[in-house]
């Protein structure tokens, strides 16, 4: 049973390995410890989301709790006005497709080093902002599943749209 936030997390990288390494080095890169991503491995495939073997994502349920569970499962909850590091639609890649307006406050993860003023909403872990901004294809991933949380209906259908064309292409 999937019952933690970190575990979305943990799919998200899991939705960008091509193959299968250690607990340790994907916990490290993602920074959490080896056995709380060993654990949230193990309640994804209890879920059904991945193969417990190979570790792989399974298409339909993933895209199925990312698109209908996770915005109601894991809400994001806005802020104050904060810097931060953009998320949804003010980041890579809804950012090209959605105009905002000049002086519109966007979702951010709180950071005291962020140069982007928006509304805070919390990330799914509390680590993500540091790990996005050392993969931007994790930045990417956690964008668009921010942009099912928080987004409204145009910000979901193209984050919907960008997560089946990324992670599971034709």
């Not at 970190?6 to 410890?33: C, H, N, T």
């Not at 792989?56 to 499962?73: D, I, Q, S």
């Not at 193209?158 to 292409?169: K, N, Q, V």
């Amino acid at each position: 049973m999937i019952a933690k936030s970190l575990d979305v997390y943990a799919l998200a990288k899991l939705l960008l390995e091509k193959g299968k390494r250690p607990f340790a080095v994907v916990a490290k890169e993602i920074g959490m410890s080896a056995s709380e991503f060993h654990a949230a491995v193990k309640r994804l495939a209890h879920a059904g989301l991945i193969d417990q073997e190979s570790r792989k994502p399974r298409r339909k349920p993933v895209e199925e709790f990312l698109f209908h569970g996770v915005p109601y499962a894991y809400p994001a909850k806005r802020g104050a006005p904060t810097r931060g590091i953009p998320t949804s639609h003010m980041a890579a890649p809804l950012n090209s497709l959605i105009a905002v307006s000049p002086g519109t406050l966007g979702p951010v993860w709180p950071d005291g080093e962020g140069k982007v003023h928006g509304y805070a909403i919390d990330p799914l872990h509390p680590s993500a902002p540091k790990a996005a901004g050392a993969d931007a294809a994790l930045h990417e991933v956690l964008a668009l599943i921010d942009a099912l949380r928080d987004g409204r209906m145009r910000e979901q259908q193209l984050a919907r749209e960008e997560l089946h064309r990324r992670i599971f292409p034709a």
